[in-house]
């Protein structure tokens, strides 16, 4: 317990320096939250209270807990943003991966998350919740577009920017806002027959874009331009359609 206590005291003075204008208890308790939720490897708050190399019983220390969790005077973005510009500040110069993720909760709600993709899981960078049994308010490419800015915000200089969004969210749209901030885009394409994209070949022959590999084992890839209605936008369609898959991916992006 006692490495533990040492890096508590030292992970609690670097909250302290990147957020000079939140009280001294409230870093605390983000200190021993987010530690805590390392080394227990769980949200339960009894769990992260019995990693805490703390002189205290459990049980105050998961009300410690919830009360901090509870607490409206935790400016949530405010305090974020300046944890998420550390994060990434080490990563100037290089090409980051964005992945827009939705992620049902229950019937409850629906989490849109705008995270960094590292070693097969997205980093939350930032999000927001929308109800799981009424309409959103706005469409989902305004969600995305809004997260867009907020992470645009933090980013270092000199970074490249990848989006990536999976079916179902391929339109103009996206690649208008991913334009607007100097990202570049990458998007699954469907391949149902109903709600496919149409895309027009180098030939000038349109046709759905999963028509261009006919079987498991081919592969095809070139310039296309895309989404006719909104006026046909230019782009790199790569379909792959592996052996054993009952269905090819295709990807559209302003990249080979």
């Known amino acids: 317990m006692q490495t533990r206590l040492h890096l508590l005291q030292d992970w609690t003075h670097h909250l302290q320096a990147l957020l000079p204008g939140l009280r001294v208890t409230r870093v605390r308790g983000l200190a021993l939250l987010s530690l805590g939720l390392i080394w227990a490897g769980t949200p339960q708050l009894g769990h992260i209270a019995a990693t805490l190399p703390l002189p205290v019983q459990e049980l105050s220390t998961v009300r410690r807990l919830r009360r ?10 405010a305090t974020w943003q ?31 998350v705008l995270g960094l993709g590292v070693h097969r899981r997205v980093l939350p960078l930032a999000w927001h919740i929308v109800p799981g ?9 305004a969600y995305l577009a809004r997260l867009g800015q907020r992470v645009a915000a933090v980013l270092p200089p000199g970074v490249t920017v990848t989006r ?3 079916r179902g969210l391929a339109s103009a749209a996206v690649i208008d806002w991913c334009q607007r901030l100097g990202w570049h885009g990458l998007m699954r394409l469907n ?6 994209v149409h895309v027009r070949l180098p030939d ?13 084992g081919r592969r095809w890839a070139g310039p296309v331009a ?10 790199e369609l790569t ?3 592996p052996v054993r898959s009952r269905e090819p991916w295709v990807l559209l992006s302003d990249r080979p």
Request: proline share 9%; net charge negative; charged share 15%.
């Open 68 to 77: 901090w969790l509870a607490t409206r005077a935790v400016p949530v973005v």
């Open 82 to 112: 300046p944890l998420a510009r550390a994060f990434l500040a080490h990563r100037g110069q290089r090409e980051l991966l964005l992945v827009f993720d939705p992620t049902p909760e229950r019937d409850d709600a629906t989490l849109l």
């Open 133 to 141: 049994q009424t309409a959103w308010a706005h469409p989902t490419t």
């Open 164 to 166: 990536v969004v999976d």
């Open 191 to 196: 391949v149902d027959a109903r709600q496919g």
């Open 204 to 216: 000038g022959t349109v046709c759905p874009a999963w028509a261009c590999v006919p079987g498991p």
């Open 226 to 235: 895309a989404f006719q209605t909104q006026g046909w936008y230019a782009a």
């Open 239 to 241: 379909s792959i359609w």
